[in-house]
């Protein structure tokens, strides 16, 4: 490599009196990778889980087991697309805090995701007040519970998050520095709605196919 | 050379800014990677004495026919407690340590990535494996093996709480190896030395990092299972529960989706310590680097698919069990291209001394190849459904694991002994300690394959006079009394040499990679000048990687040397390239790792007495990790250089 790591290489600061950069961003930002192999992580886990879900649904011959009714759609999709939709206001306050005079994006933005994430669990906690089964009653309604509370844990996860993040957004600390911060967020919020959509299609989808 | 300690002023800013805290705080409050990686490493060699003391206990148990040392309750938990201490409390989380302690070294970095998850990793581990022996010294350990099969640890077979310790502190380790392997796979990728392109990355960083993608998709397998049967204990679930639509074939699929690429996953590093080890005493660099790389890759990623050959007797259709088979056949040849890729090393190189570290490689060729060779057979399925459940497979596994993991352990003990304590470790004593190990387990283990054709079964805790198997039993103990020995040599070779062996100088061995240029132990700051990579062999090929010297080195390369705002500055670099990125301002130390450790400790462990207290952890939780992310500047307080340069 003799020297062209030294300044006149692409991508390397060429004047002699550079500094590099310190708050760094997407690819570049270790907490970035950090959150992604996080990510990577849990949806090992959660495709586990699903796997596991298809395994003991072939195992029997009636799923949901005689006396269960079949889930219903209508609700439970609303909420899902719901929590699909809540990542994109912090998408876009990180759009537009990437513009200097828009600083008061992530303050504004942050609670309206909290908002939409916060209405899939509240049709959730509807949903599994109706249930007329428990985890205790058989194999399906441990799967059932199980998944569904996994999938409400993280979603009240990212609300704590996005809370601790707005708070530091008020206090003006996401343009200055956490700026990574606010991209690791919406990676695990992405992560949280798209495992939810997994988690949605095993329960909701394959006992009416 | 003279670049790197001819400062002496910006030795002691560095020094001051990467020290760690003093007494008490620093126990507490300590991230530096080499404080937690050198934590990891002692308290896994304790867990390694201890589960040799119950493999002695075992061995005696069966030394002769109806023998009543250990009654079988008690033989129960020590068999479990041996294999669960071997595979999670020693083998993962000292080769992690060993990790966490020689990657940044060996990157040229001066931290790891995420040096407080670092230290909350070490504390999940410490207080998981405290709590489980806690329950062994009270007679709650668990006692139904390290796989901890259902239904036999279902509530309906094992009431009380042995099983609910390992399923809730199983699960806990598991986390610690999680954020060891994350943190570690951030360092090897976003914190190397500008210059160390991945194809220049020393062999044993390649292994570790292939080991710690194994470990992000393999471990969560055993986090569900684990939680699953928690559940199924503690709240009334039926994963495994047959009578209600539940299948206990569910635990081993996933058990053993986790359970072999963790033989691999203890497996990967030591062939990075050889393939270390080998070319430094041959003098040479690795023989076929890239194919060495390669064949790990392969190894990773075949471990995947061969689990089903832990279940072959289970009643699987017999062209899945095929499928298995050939899966679990193929992977010889990437562990083969390793093997003759070292011996090509050797053949071709000038093997000047065979010092201790050489012989414990050498041991496990020897021994890794015959476990190999057992594995083979163990894959045909009509040869695996004679020995399966014998002593045979405790033979094959011994030879692979103790092979193939703790003798490349010892040789990485040897090797980098000197530069971990800054002493040689007493080289007379060190042989004494390999061929008292070799030959003890030989003696020990060789015969139980034999025992294992006779049709002995594992797991029992004594057998009856007359059936054949009380000689070569007998032989077995006394080998297992050999090695004994050599572990007591070992720990007195490890205490005197601690104390008062040779000075060992900054390269004893004549080493290729970069941790061989710091000084022995290294400063606080790793290295004084941020290192430039240019070679696969930085120390070979290139005498002076840290030039241009301070003077001259252009703002943005001698800001990374200079911590010039006392923060702790490290080198974000391209994953591919290593091209400098940015600066990243690493943590001080905090006392926020063990807070989080506790309060989840509150939700896993308590989770044994009641469920409600699993919330109570999760609630403290989330205090910690306000605290941890709370924004602060990170810098040294306090520090005048003009009164430090004024001392003599």
């Known amino acids: 490599m003799s020297r062209e790591l030294l300044p006149g290489t692409p991508g390397v600061p060429s004047d002699s009196s550079d500094s590099l950069p310190l708050h760094l961003e997407g690819t570049r930002a270790p907490i970035v990778w950090g959150v992604v192999f996080l990510v990577l992580i849990e949806a090992t886990l959660l495709c586990l889980w699903a796997v596991s879900y298809l395994y003991l649904r072939m195992g029997v011959e009636s799923w949901p087991p005689p006396g269960v009714a079949r889930p219903g759609l209508l609700w439970p999709t609303i909420g899902q697309l719901l929590l699909l939709l809540s990542p994109m206001p912090i998408w876009i306050a990180l759009r537009s805090a990437r513009d200097p005079a828009s600083d008061d994006a992530p303050p504004r933005m942050i609670p309206i995701a909290m908002l939409l994430a916060s209405g899939y669990l509240a049709l959730k906690a509807w949903e599994y007040w109706e249930k007329d089964y428990l985890w205790t009653s058989h194999a399906y309604g441990s799967l059932d519970w199980s998944m569904s509370a996994y999938a409400v844990f993280h979603v009240i996860v990212v609300l704590l998050a996005g809370a601790v993040m707005w708070a530091f957004s008020t206090r003006g600390e996401l343009q200055e520095r956490s700026r990574a911060g606010l991209q690791a967020l919406l990676i695990y919020w992405v992560f949280v709605a798209l495992g939810s959509l997994l988690f949605f299609g095993t329960q909701y989808l394959v006992p009416i196919l | ?648």
């Open chain 2, 1 to 648: 050379m003279t670049t790197r300690t001819a400062d002496p002023t910006l030795h002691r800013r560095l020094s001051a800014v990467w020290a760690p805290p003093k007494g008490i705080w620093r126990f507490l409050t300590a991230v530096n990677h080499r404080v937690v990686g050198l934590r990891f490493m002692v308290t896994a060699l304790v867990f390694l004495l201890l589960a040799g003391a119950e493999a002695v206990a075992i061995r005696l148990q069966l030394a002769q026919p109806m023998l009543g040392i250990l009654s079988p309750e008690a033989y129960n938990q020590a068999f479990t407690m041996h294999g669960s201490t071997m595979m999670f409390l020693f083998a993962v989380p000292f080769l992690e340590g060993l990790a966490i302690y020689l990657v940044p070294l060996m990157v040229g970095a001066r931290e790891m990535a995420f040096p407080r998850l670092n230290a909350f990793g070490y504390w999940v581990y410490l207080i998981a494996g405290v709590s489980l022996y806690g329950a062994y010294l009270f007679g709650y350990a668990p006692d139904s093996g390290w796989y901890n099969y259902v239904p036999l640890t279902g509530i309906g077979f094992r009431p009380g709480v042995n099983i609910d310790f390992w399923v809730t502190m199983i699960t806990f380790l598991e986390v610690s190896a999680l954020v060891a392997a994350v943190e570690i796979i951030v360092t090897v990728l976003k914190h190397r030395a500008p210059g160390m392109s991945l194809d220049r990355m020393p062999v044993f960083v390649w292994a570790i990092l292939i080991t710690s993608f194994m470990i992000v998709f393999a471990m969560p397998a055993l986090m569900l299972t684990s939680l699953m049967l928690a559940l199924d204990r503690m709240a009334g679930f039926h994963f495994f529960n047959a009578a209600a639509g539940g299948d206990p074939l569910l635990w081993q699929h996933l058990f053993w989706f986790f359970g072999h690429p963790d033989v691999y996953i203890m497996l990967l590093p030591a062939v990075g310590v050889v393939s270390t080890v080998i070319p430094v005493f041959c003098r040479r660099p690795l023989a076929g680097y890239t194919l060495v790389v390669v064949s790990a890759l392969a190894i990773g990623i075949l471990s995947f698919g061969v689990w089903v050959h832990h279940m072959y007797t289970v009643g699987f259709a017999f062209v899945g069990l095929s499928f298995f088979a050939a899966a679990s056949m193929l992977i010889t040849i990437p562990s083969a291209i390793q093997i003759f890729a070292w011996i090509a090393t050797i053949w071709n190189g000038r093997l000047h001394e065979i010092a201790t570290p050489m012989l414990f490689s050498l041991g496990f060729i020897v021994l890794f190849v015959l476990g190999g060779i057992t594995g083979i057979m163990i894959a045909a399925v009509p040869f695996n459904w004679q020995i399966h459940d014998t002593y045979f497979i405790v033979a094959h596994f011994h030879y692979v694991l103790v092979g193939g993991s703790v003798f490349p352990i010892f040789a990485a003990i040897y090797f980098w002994f000197p530069k971990v304590v800054g002493r040689r470790l007493d080289e007379r004593l060190g042989s004494w300690h390999f061929w008292l190990f070799f030959i003890g387990f030989n003696v020990a283990f060789f015969p139980m394959h034999i025992i294992g054709f006779e049709g002995m079964p594992r797991r029992v805790y004594t057998y009856l006079p007359g059936l054949g198997w009380d000689g070569l039993n007998f032989l077995s103990t006394v080998g297992a009394l050999v090695m004994a020995g050599g572990m007591v040599v070992f720990v007195w070779n490890l205490v005197a040499s601690w104390r008062g062996g040779a000075p060992a100088g900054p390269d004893p061995w004549g080493g290729n990679t970069l941790e061989w240029s710091t000084s022995s132990p290294p400063e606080n700051y790793n290295f004084l000048l941020v290192p430039i990579v240019r070679g696969r062999n930085p120390l070979w090929d290139d005498p002076s990687p840290w030039e241009p010297s301070l003077e001259t080195r252009p703002r943005w390369l001698a800001e990374l040397s200079e911590a010039p705002d006392l923060r702790r500055d490290q080198v974000v670099t391209s994953a591919v390239t290593a091209e400098p990125e940015g600066r990243a301002i690493m943590p001080r130390p905090s006392l926020w790792p063990l807070w989080l450790a506790l309060a989840l400790t509150v939700s896993f462990l308590g989770a044994i007495a009641t469920l409600y207290l699993v919330p109570v952890g999760l609630a403290l939780a989330f205090v910690a990790l306000v605290g941890w992310h709370w924004p602060r500047e990170e810098k040294l307080v306090g520090y005048n250089e003009e009164e430090v340069n004024d001392e003599p």
